[in-house]
């Protein structure tokens, strides 16, 4: 249960402020309808953890624990330093593939724009360390509904009255925290 609620946390903060936070925002004022945007982020996200906390769990197996430790710790770090980056949207994504329905549209915009991003770098970071999988990939799907339905739930409203900075900046303690454990553990 620890591992469900350590990346459910992770992510959900670290989404805050995020491209994919963005682009949800974008895609529900382009289509204005929730339902469909909010099954494409589910779908995009699920899979792209997924395949990222497989990825994850095979790293673990190269290196011996004590390496391992390690560069799972630095990697938070550098995770940690990434997340007061703002991210800037973009909008061009949301453009790709309107025509094929606000589902597809969605769920390709938003798997695309997750590749590579910190999130999926967490995500991985996260299968190396922790166990089972299946939590690591659930509590990082968790964590990206939290930060991303009510964005499109709510809209331009909700978005305009986050506080940013404050998230980022929560969320690279967050991240500096749990690198920090990791070396003294």
Same mark, same amino acid.
């Given at each position: 249960?620890?591992?469900? &609620?350590? !990346?459910?946390?992770?992510?959900?903060?670290?989404?805050?402020?995020?491209?994919?936070?963005?682009? !949800?925002?974008?895609?529900?004022?382009?289509?204005?309808?929730?339902?469909?945007?909010?099954?494409?982020?589910?779908?995009?996200?699920?899979?792209?953890?997924?395949?990222?906390?497989?990825?994850?769990?095979?790293?673990?197996?190269?290196?011996?624990?004590?390496?391992?430790?390690?560069?799972?710790?630095? !990697?938070?770090?550098?995770?940690?330093?990434?997340?007061?980056?703002?991210?800037?949207?973009?909008?061009?994504?949301?453009?790709?593939?309107?025509?094929?329905?606000?589902?597809?549209?969605?769920?390709?915009?938003?798997? &695309?724009?997750?590749?590579?991003?910190?999130?999926?770098?967490?995500?991985?970071?996260?299968?190396?360390?922790?166990?089972?999988?299946?939590?690591?990939?659930?509590?990082?799907?968790?964590?990206?509904?939290?930060?991303?339905?009510?964005?499109?739930? &709510?809209?331009?409203?909700?978005?305009?009255?986050?506080?940013?900075?404050?998230?980022?900046?929560?969320?690279?303690?967050?991240?500096?925290?749990?690198?920090?454990?990791?070396?003294?553990?």
């Amino acid at each position: 249960m620890q591992t469900l &609620l350590v !990346s459910t946390a992770a992510v959900a903060i670290a989404e805050i402020g995020d491209k994919t936070q963005l682009l !949800s925002l974008i895609l529900a004022a382009k289509y204005r309808r929730p339902w469909p945007i909010v099954i494409g982020i589910f779908v995009a996200t699920l899979a792209n953890h997924a395949l990222a906390g497989a990825a994850g769990a095979v790293v673990a197996q190269w290196f011996s624990p004590q390496t391992l430790r390690w560069i799972v710790a630095l !990697s938070f770090f550098a995770v940690a330093l990434w997340t007061l980056k703002p991210d800037a949207a973009d909008e061009e994504g949301a453009e790709r593939g309107s025509t094929h329905g606000v589902l597809v549209a969605t769920l390709i915009a938003f798997f &695309l724009a997750e590749m590579g991003d910190k999130t999926q770098v967490a995500t991985v970071v996260l299968a190396a360390q922790y166990h089972p999988l299946w939590q690591v990939v659930a509590g990082t799907t968790i964590g990206m509904l939290l930060a991303n339905v009510p964005v499109v739930w &709510l809209g331009a409203r909700f978005a305009s009255r986050l506080p940013l900075k404050a998230a980022r900046i929560a969320a690279a303690v967050l991240f500096a925290a749990l690198g920090a454990w990791i070396v003294l553990k």
